[in-house]
């Protein structure tokens, strides 16, 4: 089960690094003073479009790394409580003003 400790802290540290990432390249794009159409323009052109992308898919990928963990550990929890209903029976009916019991 220690396989499956949650450490959502990792998921938003990827998030926010990803987002200071895209930030700060769009403040260099936006402060670059280069001429429209030169290699340098083209070259900050393409690293930030490579950044914004490889942004996307790592977020992408940590979202759906975590969902994955989660119904895995749903599915072994699942597993684990089916031979505890088979051994014991179906859960006790509580009635109103009654005691605990099997109907």
Do not use: Q
Not at 61 to 88: M, N, Q, T
Request: charged share 15%.
């Amino acid at each position: 089960m220690s396989k499956y400790v949650f450490d959502y802290n990792w998921l938003e540290s990827v998030c926010i690094g990803s987002a200071i990432a895209v930030l700060l390249g769009g403040l260099i794009f936006h402060a670059a003073d280069f001429e429209h159409g030169s290699a340098a323009h083209w070259s900050l052109t393409v690293f930030i479009i490579a950044l914004i992308v490889s942004s996307v898919v790592v977020i992408t990928s940590s979202l759906f790394y975590e969902i994955r963990r989660s119904c895995k550990f749903g599915s072994e929890v699942r597993g684990c409580a089916r031979p505890l209903r088979r051994r014991h029976g179906p859960p006790a009916i509580v009635k109103a003003g009654g005691t605990l019991g099997a109907a």
